[in-house]
């Protein structure tokens, strides 16, 4: 199995990101200026590899991060985020009774709010780096 990550910059650019930069950034050990209190979308492509080469997607995913004034990553949001969701898919998000659980709600809206689908555009710009994938 390979893994790539890709973010998505406004002006329609699509940048390849190391597996090791990606997760510096991730866990806001490395800071990124220039999305200082801005968002950037992202790409997460597991791919099956044959002889060391890659044949098919395995899994995707297509999500958001947001950016503090200083270019972090806003670490805790992801963490309460992730830490709720897996919560609820654990419980198997069975509500008993009449009691709501809000932070369940949130996490769904919220992950919804992150996840966003590729246009072909996109599309385009990851098929220069997955040529005969996508």
Not at 68 to 77: M, T
Not at 79 to 87: D, H, I, R, W, Y
Not at 98 to 109: G, K, P, T
């Amino acid at each position: 199995m390979g893994v790539r990550y890709f973010f998505f910059h406004e002006t329609g650019q699509v940048e390849k990101v190391s597996y090791a930069k990606f997760q510096r950034i991730f866990r806001a050990e490395e800071s990124c200026p220039r999305f200082a209190d801005k968002s950037i979308r992202y790409a997460h492509i597991d791919l099956i590899l044959e002889n060391r080469k890659p044949v098919s997607i395995g899994y995707t995913e297509f999500s958001t991060w947001y950016f503090d004034e200083h270019g972090y990553h806003r670490l805790d949001e992801s963490k309460q985020l992730g830490s709720v969701l897996f919560e609820n898919y654990a419980r198997g998000n069975n509500d008993e009774g009449n009691l709501v659980d809000f932070r369940s709600r949130w996490a769904v809206n919220e992950k919804k709010r992150r996840d966003w689908t590729p246009s072909d555009e996109d599309l385009a710009g990851l098929r220069q780096f997955l040529p005969n994938l996508i």
